[in-house]
T-cell receptor, first 113, second 116 residues
Framework: RKEVEQDPGPFNVPEGATVAFNCTYS??????FFWYRQDCRKEPKLLMS???SGNEDGRFTAQLNRASQYISLLIRDSKLSDSATYLC??????????????FGGGTRVLVKP | DTEVTQTPKHLVMGMTNKKSLKCEQHMGHRAMYWYKQKAKKPPELMFV???????INESVPSRFSPECPNSSLLNLHLHALQPEDSALYLC???????????????FGPGTRLTVT
């Protein structure tokens, strides 16, 4: 079983619609969680950190469920520019060794007019 | 400023060449990372440096040799690579300590490497 699993998609989303997708992680010792977006042939860019209480940044809402070990991302009022691959990322703090991120395989979102 | 810079953007090298990839950040981060990313796959961690010392080597072949000359710079020296080493090489940095307990990593734009 992969440490971080995501539905690869693609999620075909009409412009203006809402889309949500999840990510599950297997290591209960995981300490921090992120969503990154990656455009084709570009580097991953941090979208948002995910906190236990849930957090919102504009049209994006992230939730963390530690008991069930999943993270979710919801995008409201989808824009064409939201088309990207969304990477679920889990961090195990390595202390003085630094932090070790584990990436999910990514969920591809295509927003269409 | 959350910028990590990498040079070169593109690199084509033969299997007998020696080349180096460079990465720089000025965010005061004391942890720096090298990742390898193949097409349609997520990034895979190669090395972690913390406080300029190599702390994690994910069993990377010795033809990849990292170096951290100071807290802002990270190099990846390449020698005798194979065609299957062609990939996007990403550098990232993060703080070692975070009040929010979050430790976000910030990525550079990557070097697209082709080994012929």
């Amino acid at each position: 079983r992969k440490e971080v699993e995501q539905d690869p998609g693609p999620f075909n989303v009409p412009e203006g619609a809402t889309v949500a997708f999840n990510c599950t992680y297997s290591n209960s010792a995981s300490q921090s969680f992120f969503w990154y977006r990656q455009d084709c042939r570009k580097e991953p860019k941090l979208l948002m950190s995910v906190y236990s209480s849930g957090n919102e940044d504009g049209r994006f809402t992230a939730q963390l469920n530690r008991a069930s070990q999943y993270i979710s991302l919801l995008i409201r009022d989808s824009k064409l520019s939201d088309s990207a691959t969304y990477l679920c990322v889990v961090n195990r703090f390595g202390g003085a060794a630094g932090n070790k991120l584990t990436f999910g395989g990514g969920t591809r979102v295509l927003v269409k007019p | 400023d959350t910028e990590v810079t990498q040079t070169p953007k593109h690199l084509v090298m033969g299997m007998t060449n020696k080349k180096s990839l460079k990465c720089e950040q000025h965010m005061g981060h004391r942890a720096m990372y090298w990742y390898k990313q193949k097409a349609k796959k997520p990034p895979e961690l190669m090395f972690v440096y913390s406080y300029e010392k190599l702390s994690i080597n994910e069993s990377v072949p010795s033809r990849f040799s990292p170096e951290c000359p100071n807290s802002s710079l990270l190099n990846l020296h390449l020698h005798a690579l194979q065609p299957e080493d062609s990939a996007l090489y990403l550098c990232a940095s993060s703080p070692m300590f975070s009040l929010a307990d979050s430790y976000e990593q910030y990525f550079g734009p990557g070097t697209r490497l082709t080994v012929t």
